[in-house]
């Protein structure tokens, strides 16, 4: 064994070590944001109901409350309450307090759940820069070395929400356990050893375009996560707008949240943001197409479910500005559109036999 080949498989051993010791301070940071949840008082968290509540009072007009008098006193009448709506099937609710009940103790966890968090990100994007080393090319030849750098650009982007002090801290249980789930499947499914790509994908293409697309995928991450969760703060908010009483767990966790016009427009903003970036991307691997095998689209399945894909995104944007596809149709059409992200990255690359199978699975 020479010394070039005894160097790269000293870096593809410490990128390894590093990518199972972020997965482990993942795991602390997992237990830290569990710790939030928990330990965060309850006992703040029923203003979102109380505003709730008012909901259906606003829309007959002024409240006014009389205070009982005590000890005989005067009965003094408060200043009348009056709560709009600021459109016809919308609600002007606050946003919930977060996963740490707006208290001291549940605060300090989930600052130590981002701490955690930044040294994680820290050691994993540590690990996939050991594997670019140790191959000499781009990180993301395979389905493994893709699947490290995507879940490393899905918590960098998250982090730098945080950083532009952005109410995004409720994403941090839900991104930690995708991460984990991701670098498990990875490490013991998809893992493959270090090895120089195939004719075809040595070009600079593979740079602009897989890198893009790994972007894309983790900022659509993003806005799914925020569409889901606001499917289920919106049927809250609807069953406590009917007069409904939702049970204990679903009212601990959905009240923490932020409303559900607000992780609507949060998830909305997140995938226009990224849209052009996924043109661009399906441009690019076009061009590249062009380059390696003399034609800029042939139908190859990995093509056909992107640009399915880009269909479905450019169907939720324009929902979404329709007056009447605006709310949860809207939400199902964005998870859908995820959906087929999804199994352009698995489905296809595992199932499908094509010109893009480089999966090394």
Not at 286 to 292: F, Q
């Amino acid at each position: 064994m020479n010394l070039a080949a005894a160097t790269n498989e000293n870096l593809a051993h410490t990128s390894n070590v590093l990518i199972y010791s972020s997965m482990a301070v993942y795991t602390l940071a997992f237990f830290a944001h569990i710790a939030e949840w928990i330990f965060g008082s309850r006992s703040k968290v029923g203003r979102t109901a109380a505003a709730l509540t008012k909901d259906t009072a606003a829309t007959a007009g002024p409240v006014v409350r009389v205070k009982g008098a005590q000890q005989g006193g005067t009965a003094v009448l408060d200043r009348p309450e009056v709560v709009t709506r600021s459109a016809a099937g919308t609600r002007d609710v606050p946003d919930g307090p977060g996963a740490a009940g707006g208290t001291f103790k549940g605060d300090l966890w989930g600052r130590i759940a981002v701490s955690l968090t930044v040294v994680a990100f820290a050691v994993q994007a540590g690990g996939v820069v050991a594997r670019a080393l140790s191959v000499r090319r781009a990180p993301w030849g395979n389905m493994y070395e893709f699947s490290i750098t995507f879940s490393t650009v899905a918590v960098g982007a998250y982090l730098v929400l945080l950083a532009l002090r952005k109410n995004v801290r409720w994403i941090g249980l839900l991104l930690v356990t995708t991460v984990l789930l991701d670098l498990g499947i990875a490490t013991t499914t998809l893992y493959t050893d270090s090895d120089q790509l195939v004719p075809a994908l040595h070009s600079y293409w593979l740079w602009i375009h897989v890198s893009t697309a790994i972007i894309c995928g983790a900022v659509f991450y993003l806005g799914a996560v925020g569409t889901l969760l606001y499917l289920f703060r919106d049927r809250y908010e609807n069953k406590i707008a009917s007069g409904g009483k939702p049970g204990k767990f679903a009212t601990s966790v959905l009240e923490r949240l932020p409303a559900a016009k607000s992780l609507d427009t949060f998830a909305y903003r997140i995938n226009a943001a990224v849209f052009p970036l996924w043109t661009f991307t399906i441009i690019a691997g076009a061009i590249w197409a062009g380059d390696a095998w003399g034609r800029y689209w042939g139908w190859d399945p990995k093509e056909v479910w992107s640009f399915i894909t880009w269909v479905a995104y450019a169907a939720y944007l324009h929902a979404r500005a329709t007056a009447g596809w605006k709310g949860r149709k809207a939400a199902y059409l964005a998870l859908v559109a995820f959906g087929c992200w999804l199994f352009n990255y698995y489905g296809v690359n595992i199932f499908v036999t094509g010109k893009h199978s480089y999966a090394g699975v």
